[in-house]
């Protein structure tokens, strides 16, 4: 009785989780003319990739994708860059000012994108960089958030670790790229696929940023062929959407553990 | 320790700071000074003091979109919180199942906003969606689910739930990891049921985790705009025009930077206000702490 309840369960939560997914995909290998006659329809009379090869000549799909996954690894990787000297100046130098700094970074965490969108376009715009990558870029450079988790992860590595370091006559820079950031290999690598994935599905900052082709990305490209032509034809709409959801969906199934730990890891 | 040479540390920090100030606090005292002016970024501003303000309010369009931000983020936060728990209560058993199913639910996490918006689009598409032709086989009338303005802004809501609803299960499935199974079997040998352990066992231990999930989510509904971009553009009748949204249109459709701004500063100090209760949740929802 209770195992076929929580059998029932299962069954209903799978339902409305991979359901939707898989309705995705079906109407993506169907034709227009059968999704007329038999909109809610399941079965697909016969496997058709005309809506890929559609979306495959409506827009430009590597470029796209490219350009997303350039800006996406660009801003991860900037983070991680910048998050190491600065974490290891926070959480292991003494110097005038260091609470100050550590609260401004800290108080960084409250000023989301949604609120410095506007007059980050209207300073963009006047020196050229709207519609570009750097302006696509360069606003996330830093992460807060990232910031503080180094400096968290660093205030656990001993001093003396690091004192035997600059004995040896390591210079600080060596320090904390080839002798610290090793040792924090999980957390950079949680912080680099939350990046990663968040800036790979952005919708909001590429669509204000960009009106150009050249550096416009995947989800904006996607969301755009339901706007266009002559009413909306839904299986080239999924054919889009399996396009665009498919690298992620792999990425988390492959590194599923890790992805979970950079989730988690945000508890506080 | 001490740095290497005195300018280390300011060195280490300066690349941080530059970006920070450029695009963080420097954007952020632009919107405050925007605020008073009128200014279309065509012509040049012209000051206006607090007429930005006073506009928004007599208007009614603060109020509203307040009304509106908060009604979708009170039913995100609570019915995905609810969701989430029963989920991780249910779903925390061994088994490729069941770590599969896990799996899915957390996807729609992983999954591009544009991504899940679109897909439900589809579905609740009023002539030839998946849940219109459902109901009609089944003799209820469905509903228009996005072009009804009574029904449109928790339509959103309730895809919004789908998507984030696995965010606040994974929470939940570490907390109960972190309960010792002692914990449990004292209880259960103190003759406590299933429901009376959840109520002294689990769930004081998962306070935190549910203080944490709930303001992080709500902070993050308040934030919502793709939803509402790509399904509804903030119609029928702005009934689903949320904050973010709110200001994307004063400044993209109607070229109003300064109105955009007097928004944009309500929505701030909103948002410290949510970061105000944040912090005090986390507080009172430390075990340890006292019941407040």
């Known amino acids: 009785m209770k195992l076929r309840f929580s059998g029932i369960l299962l069954g209903v939560v799978a339902l409305l989780w991979v359901g939707p997914y898989a309705w995705m995909v079906l109407t993506s290998l169907r034709t227009l003319p059968e999704i007329v ?230 508890v506080g | ?95 490729k199942l069941y770590a599969f199913v896990r799996g899915a639910v957390f996807s729609a996490y992983v999954v591009s906003w544009v991504a899940v918006a679109l897909l439900w689009m589809w579905i609740l598409d009023a002539d030839g969606g998946l849940l219109s032709t459902l109901c009609r086989a089944v003799g209820i009338t469905p509903k228009n689910w996005l072009g009804d303005p009574a029904v449109a802004l928790y339509t959103l809501a309730a895809v919004s739930v789908w998507k984030i609803t696995g965010y606040s299960m994974v929470i939940f499935l570490a907390g109960l990891q972190d309960i010792p199974r002692s914990l449990h079997e004292a209880a259960a040998l103190d003759g406590a049921g299933p429901f009376s352990r959840f109520l002294h066992v689990t769930w004081p231990m998962l306070r935190p985790s549910a203080s944490f999930v709930g303001t992080t989510s709500l902070i993050l509904s308040f934030q919502a705009f793709d939803v509402v971009r790509v399904m509804t553009q903030g119609g029928p009748v702005k009934s689903t025009t949320v904050f973010v949204y709110a200001i994307y249109e004063h400044v993209f459709v109607n070229l109003r930077v300064g109105r955009a701004s007097a928004m944009t500063v309500a929505f701030f100090v909103l948002l410290l206000g949510l970061t105000a209760l944040q912090l005090l949740s986390w507080r009172l929802g430390k075990p340890g702490a006292r019941r407040a």
Request: proline fraction near 7%; charge should be positive.
């Open chain 1, 37 to 266: 006659a038999a909109p809610a329809w399941p079965i697909p009379k016969s496997i058709q990739f005309d809506a890929y090869r559609e979306v495959l000549t409506a827009i430009p799909v590597g470029r796209y994708f490219l350009n997303t996954t350039a800006m996406a690894v660009a801003i991860a990787l900037l983070q991680i860059l910048l998050a190491l000297p600065a974490g290891y100046a926070l959480a292991k130098l003494h110097f005038v000012g260091k609470k100050v700094a550590f609260a401004l970074v800290l108080a960084c965490l409250l000023i989301p994108a949604q609120v410095t969108f506007v007059p980050v376009f209207s300073m963009l715009g006047p020196i050229g960089l709207v519609n570009t990558f750097a302006a696509l870029v360069l606003p996330f450079g830093v992460s807060a958030l990232g910031t503080f988790l180094v400096r968290q992860a660093l205030l656990s590595v001993p001093d003396e670790m690091i004192e035997a370091a600059r004995l040896d006559g390591a210079s600080e820079l060596r320090i904390v790229y080839g002798l610290l950031a090793p040792m924090l290999r999980p957390t950079l690598a949680s912080l680099f696929l939350f990046s990663f994935v968040f800036h790979y599905n952005d919708y909001f900052w590429p669509l204000v940023m960009t009106t150009d082709d050249d550096v416009r990305t995947l989800p904006l490209a996607v969301a755009l062929l339901r706007e266009q032509g002559t009413g909306v034809r839904w299986h080239i709409v999924m054919a889009g959407n399996v396009i665009l959801s498919l690298p992620v969906l792999a990425l988390f199934a492959a590194v599923q553990k890790q992805i979970l730990r950079a989730v988690t890891a945000r």
């Open chain 2, 1 to 95: 320790m001490k740095p290497k040479r005195p300018l280390d540390p300011y060195l280490f920090l300066a690349p941080t700071a530059l970006v920070l100030g450029l695009f963080f606090f420097w954007p952020l005292a632009l919107v405050f000074k925007n605020s008073l002016y009128r200014w279309d970024m065509l012509t040049p501003p012209e000051w206006v003091g607090a007429a930005n303000y006073g506009q928004i309010l007599a208007s009614g369009e603060l109020w509203g979109t307040i009304g509106r931000t908060l009604s979708y983020s009170v039913v995100v936060v609570v019915l995905s919180l609810g969701l989430g728990l029963g989920l991780a209560l249910a779903l925390d058993r061994p088994g």
